[in-house]
């Protein structure tokens, strides 16, 4: 079984803008989002993946990933997954060798920027950068699959 222990993050300022190492802009929409699963289509360049995610508050969710051809991608997203799109541009920083993932949001999310740090155990220690804010892991909010329904400009 796949899982994903990560950890979500504000930002106290624009400094990490400084150490960013690369960014890729992401479009993903959402074909099912019920208590227990999310299911997603996410497109990044030319690629393309489906998403299947445990939607368990915390830390720690099964996630599985498969990559599908881009012009499917782009029809699902288009036809069949619920609006608003979630578009972002995520930007990757390191810090004491650990990668952080900085998602800055587009469009109806527009405004709102969350960092994450994905690891391997939830034992795993990691230091927080001078950057980084207050968590919001445990807040529904920030997940991607609340955003497509709720998006940040209408709270």
């Given at each position: 079984?796949?899982?994903?222990?990560?950890h979500?993050f504000?930002?106290?300022?624009?400094?990490?803008?400084?150490?960013?190492?690369?960014?890729?802009?992401f479009?993903?929409?959402?074909?099912?989002?019920?208590?227990?699963?999310?299911?997603?289509v996410?497109?990044?360049?030319?690629?393309?993946?489906?998403?299947?995610?445990?939607?368990?508050?915390?830390?720690?969710?099964?996630?599985?990933?498969?990559?599908?051809?881009?012009?499917?991608?782009?029809?699902?997203?288009?036809?069949?997954?619920?609006?608003?799109?979630?578009?972002?541009?995520?930007?990757?920083?390191?810090?004491?060798?650990?990668?952080?993932?900085?998602?800055?949001?587009?469009?109806?999310?527009?405004?709102?920027?969350?960092?994450?740090?994905?690891?391997?155990?939830?034992?795993?220690?990691?230091?927080?950068?001078?950057?980084?804010?207050?968590?919001?892991?445990?807040?529904?909010?920030?997940?991607?699959n609340?955003?497509?329904?709720?998006?940040?400009?209408?709270?």
């Amino acid at each position: 079984m796949a899982i994903e222990i990560e950890h979500k993050f504000l930002l106290k300022d624009e400094s990490w803008r400084e150490k960013v190492k690369k960014a890729i802009i992401f479009k993903q929409g959402y074909l099912s989002s019920i208590p227990t699963t999310s299911i997603r289509v996410r497109i990044s360049d030319e690629q393309a993946w489906l998403n299947i995610k445990s939607a368990t508050i915390g830390n720690k969710r099964m996630e599985f990933e498969y990559e599908i051809p881009l012009t499917d991608a782009n029809q699902i997203i288009e036809l069949l997954c619920k609006k608003p799109i979630i578009e972002k541009t995520r930007h990757y920083v390191e810090h004491e060798n650990k990668t952080w993932e900085i998602d800055e949001f587009h469009g109806e999310n527009q405004g709102l920027i969350v960092a994450e740090i994905e690891l391997d155990s939830e034992t795993q220690p990691f230091t927080i950068p001078e950057w980084i804010g207050q968590e919001v892991t445990q807040d529904i909010r920030y997940y991607n699959n609340n955003l497509a329904v709720n998006p940040y400009n209408s709270w």
